[in-house]
């Protein structure tokens, strides 16, 4: 299976801040990532696929790159809306596998 | 406007079984594969299992393979998920997830979920 590991796994910052969340992938996965948003008690919500392509109506203060083992994710101005957890998920091979989170809390 | 509704989740015993059903509504539906995943109480995502767009091709984490069987209803536009043999690692939320393009893609939608509970 492939592992997918975060970093950190939680953050605090404040609105406005750059914030970059990194996502390594135990083998390489070309660009079948992708990442996915999730506020408490509510459903996930798709955010970014294909590594670097955001999904539609995603503010385009979210960006993503990388391919083969290493990602990010970056929100260049976190606004409050943004206090989330976020994950990183393979789609490479099966089976499909979500890195552990990250949770971005207000500093 | 793409639409999933999950239902079916509960209270159920050890060993026992319930089934999960899943309406989609807003796209066509005999055109993409569906998913399902869950998350434990406080923890992350976990990928449950997946069906491909004709329901020919099904595809299962090791940790539920033989216990819970993914179907699709065309005909209702439902995807379902039989599960017995019930453990009480099982209790999770179980979301419905839309699978971008082809078997093997991104879920680009996801339903609101439905809590499953196993204890005695």
Do not use: H
């Amino acid at each position: 299976d492939i592992q997918m590991t975060q970093s950190p796994s939680s953050l605090s910052a404040s609105v406005g801040d750059r914030v970059t969340i990194t996502c390594r992938a135990s083998q390489g996965i070309s660009e079948f990532l992708a990442w996915i948003q999730q506020k408490p008690g509510k459903a996930p919500k798709s955010l970014i696929y294909a590594a670097s392509s955001l999904q539609s109506g995603v503010p385009a203060r979210f960006s993503a790159s990388g391919s083969g083992t290493d990602f990010t994710l970056t929100i260049s101005s976190l606004q409050p809306e943004d206090f989330a957890t976020y994950y990183c998920q393979q789609y490479n091979t099966y089976p499909l596998t979500f890195g552990g989170g990250t949770k971005v809390e207000i500093k | 406007e793409v639409q999933l509704l999950e239902s079916g989740g509960g209270l159920v015993r050890p060993g026992g079984s319930l089934g999960l059903s899943c309406a989609a509504s807003g796209f066509t539906f005999s055109s993409y594969a569906m998913s399902w995943v869950r998350q434990a109480p406080g923890k992350g995502l976990e990928w449950v299992s997946s069906i491909s767009a004709s329901g020919y091709n099904t595809y299962y984490a090791d940790s539920v393979k033989g216990r819970l069987t993914i179907s699709r209803d065309i005909s209702k536009n439902t995807v379902n998920l039989q599960m017995n043999s019930l453990r009480a690692e099982d209790t999770a939320v179980y979301y419905c997830a839309r699978v971008g393009y082809g078997d093997l893609s991104d879920f680009d939608y996801w339903g609101q979920g439905t809590p499953v509970i196993v204890s005695s």
